[in-house]
């Protein structure tokens, strides 16, 4: 038999890593005749885009190790959601046609919320027409909003990155005399964890983020004015890391000027960090600015961690040696057993489980007044943003794997 790979929703710098540790495993473990990647998440099996994952790594000596290095996501992605139940019956049905025509016996989806809804719909599907294609989950998401296990690939790179950022702002703020703020907006619609990294920022010198918010607390905008405004006698300039999705005691977006719902049906905001920005502005008459910090994270490999990049490979091997062991219908997880020293546990967990869920940070990870996170949270991030992989350079610029089969 044969096994097919595909990635899905938004894209990371860990991702390729899990489809790298798949690709070795699968390989290594001379049970499957062909790995093949569909183009495209799940819409590239449903229109038979295809190509041969095997023949690629055959043809390229370093193709998986570069692979690992290279953000994005090799094989494309999609936001398709299949129907569910009798409205997406011609898709099961022609991704299981597409699955025998290629003699597949193992399908692995690398992917977030939704592409968990995809390999838990699959599973179910394949259970019912008594197929026996296992169907096997790899998390992937910057969020760090999947249930069932302690973070996901994609999440320590980006949170590096944030808090890096967040750490530049700063220095940058720090030089002028005249009172300022500076409001950083980070992703985040629901879940907080992207934000919260920002706390790594500090030092001993910099306090900054000085006020952090998350969407998990509800949002007070008299108490964030009044905070600055205490903040402000004390010293010059003032950054505050802000959520895109905080909102307010009644539960509603502070930046939600439309009623707009993306695909999905989740509100589409217009900026949480602008709408702050021009509120102070009027109510503090000093500078005020606002940065969004939006997609800059998904793929910057040159401020990857490298525990992130070899857990998303662990976790893809551990996706095959479950598919190899007649398991289906799960998904690959983290469990941690201690920070200090770092040391976690590659497992599994239902994937019916993880499917639409959200994970928040939990309310002890914030300070009980909602504008700064807890130690408990900065011994969580900690580990997870350590080490500096070698990135590949040529004319002074990291040197990635070319994608032109997505062209």
């Not at 894209?11 to 062909?34: H, Q, Y």
């Not at 940058?172 to 619609?189: F, K, W």
């Not at 109510?283 to 961690?305: D, G, T």
């Amino acid at each position: 038999m044969n096994c097919m790979i595909a990635q899905s929703g938004g894209p990371t710098v860990a991702i390729n890593s899990s489809l790298a540790g798949a690709l070795t495993a699968a390989e290594k473990s001379k049970a499957f005749g062909k790995v093949y990647g569909a183009i495209n998440g799940i819409i590239g099996v449903l229109n038979d885009n295809i190509m041969d994952l095997s023949e690629r790594s055959a043809s390229i000596s370093d193709f998986t190790s570069r692979l690992s290095l290279t953000p994005g996501m090799y094989l494309g992605s999609c936001r398709y959601k299949i129907p569910a139940g009798a409205d997406g019956e011609a898709d099961y049905k022609r991704i299981f046609e597409i699955f025998k025509k290629y003699d597949i016996g193992a399908f692995f989806y690398i992917g977030g919320n939704d592409s968990m809804d995809t390999v838990d719909k699959l599973s179910r599907y394949a259970d019912s027409i008594s197929s026996e294609v296992r169907v096997i989950g790899i998390p992937k998401t910057i969020d760090n909003d999947l249930a069932c296990t302690d973070h996901t690939p994609g999440f320590g790179s980006a949170a590096k990155y944030v808090a890096c950022t967040v750490r530049e702002i700063a220095y940058d703020a720090y030089i002028y005399a005249d009172p300022s703020v500076t409001i950083a907006e980070i992703m985040g619609r629901d879940a907080g964890w992207l934000t919260a990294s920002s706390a790594l920022a500090r030092t001993a010198g910099s306090p900054a983020p000085d006020l952090i918010y998350l969407p998990e607390v509800a949002f007070s905008l008299d108490d964030c004015i009044k905070r600055t405004r205490e903040l402000l006698k004390k010293k010059n300039s003032v950054i505050i890391a802000v959520s895109e999705g905080i909102r307010d005691k009644d539960g509603k977006y502070i930046s939600s000027s439309s009623e707009r719902l993306d695909r999905f049906g989740h509100a589409m905001l217009s900026g949480a960090g602008k709408t702050l920005e021009n509120i102070m502005r009027d109510e503090l008459k000093i500078k005020v600015r606002s940065v969004e910090i939006n997609v800059l994270q998904r793929c910057a490999m040159h401020m990857a961690s490298l525990t992130d990049l070899k857990e998303a490979g662990l976790l893809g091997e551990t996706a095959v040696s479950l598919a190899l062991s007649g398991k289906t219908g799960l998904m690959t997880v983290i469990k941690r057993e201690s920070s200090a020293p770092y040391k976690v546990q590659y497992a599994e967990t239902p994937v019916s489980s993880v499917a639409n869920a959200v994970r928040n940070v939990p309310r002890d990870f914030i300070n009980e007044s909602g504008d700064d996170v807890t130690e408990k949270m900065i011994e969580y991030l900690k580990p997870l943003i350590q080490g500096e992989p070698a990135v590949r350079y040529a004319d002074g610029l990291p040197d990635y794997l070319p994608e032109e089969h997505l062209f």
